[in-house]
T-cell receptor
Framework: GEDVEQSLFLSVREGDSSVINCTYT??????LYWYKQEPGAGLQLLTY?????DMKQDQRLTVLLNKKDKHLSLRIADTQTGDSAIYFC????????????FGTGTRLQVFP | NAGVTQTPKFRVLKTGQSMTLLCAQD?????MYWYRQDPGMGLRLIHY???????AKGEVPDGYNVSRLKKQNFLLGLESAAPSQTSVYFC??????????????FGEGSWLTVV
């Protein structure tokens, strides 16, 4: 995860929006992903974006991609306590690979 | 609805002992992976397999061996455990190579402590 970086913690109030940021360094990224990990569980794919897109919306989730700055963000609208988890961004480099490079993870804490 | 199943879920080993983690998937996936997760490091790929009978090294393969004798199973072995191998291990699988829709499914993790 050394080439994909995230801030470690984010704390938000229930009902507010959360924005989780991710930066990466490799310009050959083709797809970028957001995974959610709840305590004691594996990783669950939330959403992904193709590298030639700059935005993707999926219900409460909005992904923004700034390819020039190599910056990816995940916005969660109307954050709920059930959204408390660790969020990982991951990049796929190239097309002929299934290997993902994961970020360090951001722990989102939602308080009432 | 089993998906990806890992055993054991928890294990404590003494330095120098050996053990095998078993991963099983029931989705007929070609690709299988073993990752380790350490605090502040994200997930790092240990080994992976692109089909029955094949294995390949990932980012951090040293100290581990793998085997894929059956398509549905991917075994991760530690021949001589070291404290640096204390980690959470995740198995994952996917249908095939390429494409954004090629979702990678993860198991629930195996917590390994080496003392």
């Amino acid at each position: 995860g050394e080439d994909v970086e995230q801030s470690l913690f984010l704390s938000v109030r229930e009902g507010d929006s959360s924005v989780i940021n991710c930066t990466y360094t490799d310009s050959s990224s083709t797809y970028l992903y957001w995974y959610k990990q709840e305590p004691g569980a594996g990783l669950q794919l939330l959403t992904y974006i193709f590298s030639n897109m700059d935005m993707k919306q999926d219900q409460r989730l909005t992904v923004l991609l700034n390819k020039k700055d190599k910056h990816l963000s995940l916005r969660i609208a109307d954050t709920q306590t059930g959204d408390s988890a660790i969020y990982f961004c991951a990049e796929r480099r190239g097309y002929n690979t299934d290997k993902l490079i994961f970020g360090t993870g951001t722990r989102l804490q939602v308080f009432p | 609805n089993a998906g990806v199943t890992q055993t054991p879920k928890f294990r404590v080993l003494k330095t120098g002992q050996s053990m095998t983690l078993l991963c099983a998937q029931d989705m007929n996936h070609e690709y299988m992976y073993w990752y380790r997760q350490d605090p502040g490091m994200g997930l790092r790929l240990i080994h992976y397999s692109v089909g029955e009978g094949t294995t390949a090294k990932g980012e951090v393969p040293d100290g581990y061996n793998v085997s894929r004798l059956k398509k549905q199973n991917f075994l991760l072995g530690l021949e001589s455990a070291a404290p640096s191998q204390t980690s959470v291990y995740f198995c994952a699988s996917s249908y095939n190579r390429g494409g954004a829709g090629n979702t990678i499914y993860f198991g629930e993790g195996s917590w390994l402590t080496v003392v």
